[in-house]
């Protein structure tokens, strides 16, 4: 029988700058809809993050993760969201330290080890080397559980993220599911600095761990770095990547970074 909530609980989560309401619906109990996210996400008349993850119930494995973006969309898979995720259900006595969910884009499993959380990733999928668009010599396109475009640029810090991202997030090339795009400067071979434009936010994010992911494998494929690769995010924490490639294709990729806790309250 559902509980009757005066106000639902979440908690507040942080992963590399990606903020989140997290809650706890394995009951089914918990009505979810994308009024309420916008409404819930407002940094001004709501609590305030990037999207909400939602724990359901899953036949599949120990619990599903749902993902819906600020503006209410639903996105398959969050790198950052599913380290919060997996941080949340490890504390909150859901899981053990190891554990695997499942998400729209497959099957994640996960490793907690205090605050430091790695994931294994599903294996990337669409990948697409040096398109010719508009006026862009060479963009990349790989789909590491959501489609991400990557551009290599000679300084990050001087690139305008919104307005060129808003601009390849709806071009015509990568409808009908539109990209993320992502913004990439090699400091040697082992670091690199990425800014990500992110659909459903539809801002640029402090951090990306998908777009963190598909930018180092970008990288890796095209010669540029080796594994592991240290991603500095727009927030300034420090993204590991670890990944393995057979004639350019990515056959593993982990995700490893930090996830805390913000605070916990009720809304309603």
Not at 66 to 80: H, K, L, V, W, Y
Not at 146 to 151: C, E, I, W, Y
Not at 214 to 223: D, K, N, V, W, Y
Request: contains cysteine; negative net charge; charged residues 20%.
């Amino acid at each position: 029988m559902c509980q009757k909530y005066d106000f639902i609980p979440f908690v507040k989560m942080c992963a590399s700058g990606n903020d989140f309401i997290v809650i706890n619906n394995m009951e089914q109990c918990i009505h979810i809809d994308s009024l309420l996210v916008r409404k819930w996400c407002d940094r001004k008349r709501g609590i305030g993050a990037d999207g909400v993850l939602v724990l359901e119930s899953s036949s599949h494995a120990l619990f599903k993760m749902r993902i819906i973006n600020a503006d209410g969309s639903e996105a398959e898979m969050c790198g950052n969201g599913a380290r919060c995720i997996a941080s949340y259900a490890y504390l909150k006595g859901i899981a053990a330290r190891v554990m695997r969910f499942e998400t729209l884009a497959g099957m994640i499993n996960a490793e907690v080890a205090d605050e430091q959380i790695k994931i294994q990733l599903t294996q990337p999928t669409d990948i697409r080397l040096n398109m010719k668009i508009d006026d862009y010599p060479s963009i990349h396109h790989i789909n590491t559980g959501v489609p991400h475009t990557v551009l290599l640029v000679d300084n990050v810090d001087a690139i305008d993220v919104v307005s060129l991202g808003r601009k390849l997030r709806y071009h015509p090339a990568f409808q009908p599911a539109g990209t993320n795009v992502n913004f990439v400067e090699i400091v040697d071979n082992s670091h690199i600095k990425v800014r990500t434009y992110e659909r459903g936010v539809e801002d640029e994010t402090l951090a990306c761990g998908t777009g963190s992911s598909a930018s180092a494998c970008i990288c890796l494929i095209l010669g540029m770095v080796s594994s592991p690769v240290r991603v500095t995010t727009k927030g300034g924490e420090v993204l590991i990547i670890y990944l393995e490639q057979d004639e350019g294709n990515i056959t593993s990729l982990f995700l490893k970074g930090e996830a805390q806790v913000i605070f916990e309250g009720g809304i309603s």
